[in-house]
């Protein structure tokens, strides 16, 4: 293994952990969704990498359909439904967002603790990607429970399966059906999403989950 | 062999789907049970075989878990429990024919009663632990649905739920047992499981997992309170086939793991086994004398003889463990054959109880009375059961308490200075619950079928059919043959025990006059032929003789009232004045019995009241303290259900993290 393929890598998967960072201070929902898709960007760089580092065609599908699908499809459509329900001003946040840096960067250095403790023996790309796909996951989770708006939760849950994603490639041999079900699994997720956001709109006037909370009689 | 009998419980489990195909209704239900009672006659034919000297066989079946398939074997001591099955089973079938036709909704039995049997029978020659699991499971849920024959009624409910909950949590015992029998490599087949070797600890653990999980079902103290509810709830014949055969499956299933599977004990778990048995039939005992509902009686006088069983296994432990070979094979001769008995007279009088319930739709004693001479035949067989529950020669129940009366006076050889006390003082209650079941029988018989009739019901009372009179009085006579030639039975016995114990009891066919001698004759024998010919002759005798010269002419009068003119038959003594006694000197104590007295001052037209309370201590301290706990911590997660979306995410994710976290510091 040469110590440029090496870096390489290592510099796209963290890049793909600064730009999970970068989502959780977004204010706005546009920003926010700007910094998803140029998380898939970064998405598919990782795995294209990985694809020539480890001479395996089908990565590129993977990488082509992270590509288009995260980086175009999914921001743009998002970016219409927003339009289309008007909230493209509204972002609440439960906590502040220093605290949730503050918890994100707890999560990277467990992820990277565990990780490089557990696979002490295997391969160093697999180590560091594994680490890396983890933190990703468990900020995408962080993601989704820190924000209110049901569209963040989505972007949440959708670089949370990025990092599954860069998990994937990084451990060799995953077989290529198993990528494209992911792909469309995530796709159809998306279109589930997307018309149950129109659903909650429809109902309740607003894309914020504590109406949905409100309806069930809860108090907060 | 094993596939007669296998086929046998296969033909069983076909007749249960043909009844059910057939829509299970009255029209079928002799047919059924006609039928059942012949199938049964395939596992008594294997059993009996292989007690003549047949070697044990196998049989694997293509079904089950891949690549592991279902073993069956049968071996002595599985056919001294497929012969229990099947006269039972038989027994039962010929008595439901009859029964049968008095059921009120006979779909809701009908289909379940032969595969309830055919279970049975599979429990008993499974040879791997998943076939085992599978048929006890099968066997329970068929039982579950039997007690939930007449689902109307409310305490039948309740009852079954019970019985229902017990179950799983004995299945739930016994799967921990055999999964820490089986070990890590998950060796589940029975072959496996006994060459393999396990620390005491395991062995231990093993073994309490047993008793909890066959406690559970054979109704072992604390463990018994759902059998007192369940067994009377079911229809007759099926309580029957509960008490008087089921709880034997579980005394197989401790039989074979304490015994067979788990290997060498350590000697310090018997006198735990010992004091659970007699304690638990002093208990049940003494809840059986204070019972008013004939069933609940049986079932609490079930509960007594598991307990007399499981001290006689504990006893044979504590001789085993200290290679005493000889007393060993003794003792658990005596549980066997206690066993083999118990199903004889506790089906026979389930069935007796089913006769009176047909012939008078009551089952408690207060309301009955008089029967003997409106159900003569039904009384006389009863009474049989009755002496034989009793343990009064020279019926069977005394053959088998002796014999673990002479195992207990064998203690004294014991090494261990624990044991030399325990023993005795378990010898003691056992003797003290021997009493209290003749007591609480003659309470039964007294109050039941002596005297005068307590209600319209009994004095209209009819004797009932053929078909039921068959079953008892085949069931009686077993008791009468098994009591005046018990060395027939012990001999059968001895493969079984020999498989066991590596010892046996010398052949006792071989003396004459058929006597017993267990250990010496020098020490103890029993000749059951001349206390049969002594009280024969001298009850004849007596009998002549005072109707020859006490009073020579028949006279009719009326019946002695205690001194009361009153000619109502509720000034005779009752089911709850025969109790009195005993309830005053033991039950204060063990049942926190209570009496209160209500006198009205003189001028006061109202009538006095005599009021007892009674508390089951362990019902109350130990299943209520569970319940409450259940529906407390219940009451506290209720509030997980209505949580935020986010509120779910985050504890999703705080697991995660908290799991990460954990293997983090593992490492």
């Given at each position: ?13 963290g ?11 977004q ?9 998803f ?5 970064v ?10 580092i ?9 990488a ?7 980086a ?40 990277v ?30 993601m ?22 860069l ?8 077989p ?22 129109f ?7 607003t ?14 | ?20 195909a ?12 006609g ?12 059993g009996i ?6 070697p044990?066989q ?20 599985s ?5 229990l099955?099947?006269?039972?089973g038989?027994?039962?079938s ?12 006979p ?6 009663f032969?595969?309830f049997?055919g ?10 632990a998943?076939?085992f ?13 039997l007690v ?23 299945t ?10 089986a ?12 060459t ?24 072992l ?18 309580s ?13 299933a ?11 004990l ?14 638990t ?17 049986l079932?609490?006088s ?33 549980a ?5 008995n ?14 009176v ?5 009551r ?31 020279p ?12 195992s207990?006076?064998l ?11 325990i ?5 003691g209650?056992?003797?003290?619950a ?12 007294g ?15 009819r004797?009932?059919d ?14 009468v ?14 493969p079984?025990?020999?498989q ?15 006597t017993?001698i267990?250990v ?30 006490g009073?020579?002419?028949l ?10 003119p ?7 003594y ?16 063990i ?12 001028g ?25 706990g ?27 993290v908290?799991?990460l ?6 490492h």
């Open positions: 293994m040469s110590g440029i393929a090496f870096d390489i890598a290592h510099l796209l998967a890049g793909l952990v600064l730009v999970s960072f970068m989502m959780i201070y204010d706005r929902l546009y920003a926010l969704l700007n910094v898709a140029l998380h898939a960007v998405l598919a760089a990782a795995v294209a990498w990985q694809a020539h480890q001479a395996a065609e089908h990565l590129y599908l993977t082509a359909i992270a590509l288009v699908f995260k175009i499809v999914i921001p743009g459509a998002l970016h219409r439904i927003i339009r289309r329900l008007g909230i493209h001003r509204t972002v609440e946040q439960v906590v502040g967002s220093g605290l949730t840096m503050l918890a994100g960067m707890g999560l990277v250095a467990l992820s603790v565990l990780m490089l403790g557990i696979t002490a023996n295997s391969d160093a790309i697999a180590r560091e990607d594994l680490a890396f796909a983890l933190s990703v996951v468990l900020l995408g989770l962080l989704m429970v820190t924000r209110r708006n049901a569209v963040s939760q989505v972007v949440g849950f959708m670089s949370l399966e990025n990092g599954l994603i998990a994937a490639a990084g451990a060799r041999g995953m290529l059906v198993v990528e494209i079900s992911v792909a469309f699994s995530v796709l159809i997720a998306f279109i589930v999403i997307g018309i149950f956001l659903r909650i709109r429809e109902r309740f006037d894309v914020d989950v504590v109406a949905l909370d409100n309806f069930r009689g809860e108090r907060r | 062999m094993v596939e007669l009998a296998a086929l046998s419980a296969l033909s069983l489990v076909m007749l249960s789907l043909g009844a059910v057939w829509g299970g209704g009255a029209r079928i239900s002799g047919l059924v049970y039928l059942s009672a012949l199938a049964c006659l395939g596992p008594g034919a294997a075989a292989i007690l003549g000297g047949v044990p196998m049989l694997t079946l293509p079904v089950g878990l891949p690549w592991i398939g279902a073993h069956l074997r049968l071996d002595a001591l056919a001294v429990f497929l012969i099955i099947a006269i039972g038989a027994a039962a010929v008595y439901a024919i009859g029964y049968g036709r008095h059921e009120s909704a779909e809701r039995v009908v289909p379940f032969p595969a049997i279970a049975m029978t599979l429990v008993v020659l499974a040879d791997d998943f076939s699991l599978v048929c006890w499971e099968v066997m329970s849920l068929l039982s579950w649905a939930l024959a007449h689902h109307r009624a409310p305490e039948v409910r309740s009852a079954a739920y019970l019985y229902l909950v017990m179950a799983a949590f004995g739930m015992a016994l799967l921990l047992a055999f999964g820490l029998l070990g890590g490599n998950g060796a589940y087949a029975f072959s496996a499981i006994r393999a070797s396990r620390p005491d600890s395991v062995a231990v653990a093993v073994l309490a997992l047993v008793l909890v999980g066959a406690g559970s079902k054979a109704g103290a604390p463990l018994h309170v759902w059998l007192p509810q369940a067994h009377p709830a079911a229809p007759s014949h099926v029957a086939l509960m008490s008087g055969v089921m709880t034997k499956v579980a005394v197989y401790f039989i074979r793991v304490a015994f067979d599977l788990v290997g060498p350590p000697w310090w778990i018997s006198p735990a086994l010992l004091m659970l048995g007699a304690s039939a002093v208990l049940g005992i003494l809840n059986a004398m204070m019972a008013d509902d004939m069933k609940r009686l079932a609490y079930t509960i007594e003889n598991i307990g007399v069983i499981f001290a006689a296994l504990g006893l044979a432990l504590a001789f085993r463990a200290n290679g005493m070979t000889a007393p060993a094979a003794l003792a658990l001769t005596a066997l054959f206690h066993a083999f118990h199903m004889t007279f506790k089906s026979l009088l389930f069935m007796g109880a089913g006769a319930l047909t012939a008078t739709g089952r408690d004693l207060d309301g009955l009375g008089g029967l003997i001479h409106r159900m003569p035949v039904t009384s006389v067989l009863t009474l049989i059961g009755v002496t034989a529950i009793s343990a009064l020669p019926l069977n129940g005394f053959a088998s308490e002796w014999l673990l009366f002479q207990i006076l203690s004294p050889g014991l090494p261990q200075l624990g044991l030399q006390i023993v005795p003082a378990a010898g209650l056992l003797a003290l021997a009493a209290l079941a003749a007591a609480a029988f003659v309470r039964l018989y109050v039941g079928f002596l005297g005068r009739s307590r209600s319209d019901a009994a004095r209209d009372a004797e009932v053929r078909c039921m009179l068959v079953a008892m009085t085949g069931l009686g006579s077993l008791c043959l098994a009591g005046i030639v018990p060395a027939f039975v012990l001999d059968a016995l001895a079984a025990v020999d066991l114990t590596a010892n046996r009891l010398p052949q006792q066919m071989a003396e004459p006059w058929l017993l267990p010496a004759e020098a020490r103890s024998t029993y000749n059951p032929l001349l206390v049969f010919a002594f009280i024969a002759i001298a009850a004849s005798a007596s009998a002549l003789a005072m109707h020859r010269f009073s020579r002419a006279r009719r009068g009326p019946a002695w009232d205690c001194g009361f009153e000619p109502s038959p509720a000034t005779q009752g089911a709850a004045s025969f109790a009195q006694p005993i309830r005053r000197v033991l039950g204060s104590q049942l926190r019995a209570s009496e209160t007295v209500d006198m009205p001052p003189p006061d037209p109202r009538p006095a009241r005599h009021r007892v309370t009674m508390h089951d201590v362990i019902w109350e301290r130990l299943y209520l303290s569970v319940a409450r259940v529906v407390y911590v219940s009451a506290r997660l209720n509030g997980l259900q209505f949580l935020t979306i986010r509120v779910y995410l985050s504890l999703v994710m705080g697991s995660l908290g799991l976290l954990a293997v983090a510091l593992w």
